[in-house]
């Protein structure tokens, strides 16, 4: 059930080095799965098998699912024609405890624009293009819902803060207004209630 075309790019050039091969290897099985039957499949077995592929949320894994969104090689990539359904599957893992992953590997700062002096985001101004532009409002409301970002991580705040300011041409104005309450909202909402669910999870153990 291997593609040797996919196995290869997968183990050479989408994982980083900190993979771990087991992991890696069950979902370049799952990947070559999806690709050798997407276009035989009904819609709704297609969409599981998706989630098979993104439902990796390790770190690692989180990186190299980004990369597989940017690429358009369709011979190893996603399908041009299912980067919405990609999109989404790999927003979900916002519902699963990899929010602060994902949107750490999202907003990765990448050069400076030397006309602008705006900070360069490449993974996500590469997956916003192939995703298209009537998608990008509901894919940042939907990784976004989930982030908790602490009021002491002043990094990840200056991060968040620099990369909405240097993306606020490409992201709608409603939805970037949305993205940033949401942000802070729920910053706000775990310093309030943060203790109480931290000693409801510990009584349950």
């Given at each position: 059930m291997y593609d040797n075309v996919i196995q290869k790019n997968e183990q050479t050039s989408i994982y980083p080095p900190d993979w771990n091969i087991r992991e890696a290897e069950r979902r370049t099985f799952l990947f070559s799965i999806y690709h050798c039957t997407s276009q035989l499949i009904p819609p709704e077995v297609k969409t599981q098998s998706l989630r098979c592929v993104f439902r990796f949320n390790s770190p690692a894994m989180i990186n190299s699912s980004l990369l597989l969104l940017q690429e358009e090689n369709e011979d190893y990539g996603i399908k041009k024609q299912e980067m919405t359904l990609a999109a989404y599957q790999l927003g979900s893992l916002s519902s699963v405890g990899g929010a602060l992953k994902l949107w750490k590997f999202l907003i990765q700062e990448t050069g400076v624009d030397t006309e602008t002096g705006k900070k360069?985001?490449?993974?996500?101004?590469?997956?916003?293009?192939?995703?298209?532009?009537?998608?990008?409002s509901d894919f940042m409301e939907y990784i976004t819902q989930n982030i908790v970002i602490m009021k002491d991580d002043s990094d990840l705040l200056k991060h968040t803060d620099d990369f909405f300011e240097a993306e606020s041409g490409n992201i709608p104005s409603f939805s970037l207004k949305?993205?940033?309450?949401?942000?802070?909202n729920n910053s706000e909402l775990w310093e309030q209630q943060g203790a109480s669910v931290k000693e409801w999870l510990e009584s349950l153990e």
């Open positions: 360069q985001y490449a993974i996500f101004d590469s997956i916003r293009k192939r995703i298209g532009g009537l998608l990008v949305k993205c940033r309450n949401v942000v802070k």
